[in-house]
Nanobody, 118 residues
């Protein structure tokens, strides 16, 4: 099992930047793919960025070129650098972990609110 705690959310103006952090504890962190997801009010949860155990990354179409995901296995941390933020990026952002044996993300953090003002 993995426990996840997000931090770094807040209020930022359009065009600004934020860096989200996710601290993991529990199982062997390096064996998990990690992802950032977000959910805005009235909308479905969407995948923002993912990074696997080989550090292969993937990004949602709306954030590609603006957001960067990274991981530090020694510190058991995953980060999401968000640049050129837009009001439509406003959402609760969740960190999640997927074991190699699973096709789905099994472990989730509590979420951190990101609000981008226009």
């Amino acid at each position: 099992q993995v426990q996840l705690v997000e931090s770094g959310g807040g209020l930022v103006q359009s065009g600004g930047s934020l860096r989200l952090s996710c601290a993991a504890s529990g199982d062997t962190f390096s064996l998990y793919a990690m992802g950032w997801f977000r959910q805005a009010p009235g909308k479905e949860r969407e995948s923002v960025a993912t990074i696997d155990w080989n550090r292969n990354t993937g990004y949602g179409a709306t954030v590609k070129g603006r957001f960067t995901i990274a991981r530090d296995n020694a510190k058991m941390m995953v980060y999401l650098q968000m640049n050129s933020l837009r009001p439509e990026d406003t959402a609760v952002y969740y960190c999640a972990a997927r074991p190699r044996s699973s096709l789905t993300y099994r472990y989730w953090g509590q979420g951190t609110q990101v609000t981008v003002s226009s």
